[in-house]
């Protein structure tokens, strides 16, 4: 399975974080690029607990962590509700300058890569409990899922 702990396939994210621009084409949702790029870094911050979001109750956590992270198929588009704590449209870290937003989400996600089990998160807040291979998986989902809503 892809997994952005994988060197060559962090790299390709990277470079696709990297070709993203503040005009990029929205294909869906209601975050602009520069929003996306402050709300996966708020991501990569809860990953890494330094950032607090509360758990979601789910008595499906086991079928919603297996069929968002290991079944082949996308997230689909403009159906997923985020968590307040790093929505744009609530809690999430606002944009500031574009250029150094993603000089800092490609930072965060250099940090989530080398992260000792240890440091990262336990316990994600809709998944629950995540092995280093999980969180690998969820950190290439998610930021795909947000290159794809650009086109990226």
Known sequence: MISLLDPPTRARMEARVTRLQPDSARQWGRMTP???ICHMSDAFRMALNEREVAAVPTAFRPLVRFVALWL???????????????????GGTPPGEFERDRAELLALMTRFCAATPVRRCSTHPIFGP???AAWGRWGYRHVDHHLRQFGM
């Not at 198929?73 to 929505?87: C, F, H, N, Q, V």
């Open 34 to 36: 520069h929003q996306a």
């Open 72 to 90: 082949p198929m996308r997230w689909p588009a403009g159906r997923i509700k985020t968590l307040s704590e790093i929505d744009q449209g609530a």
């Open 130 to 132: 995540m092995s280093t």
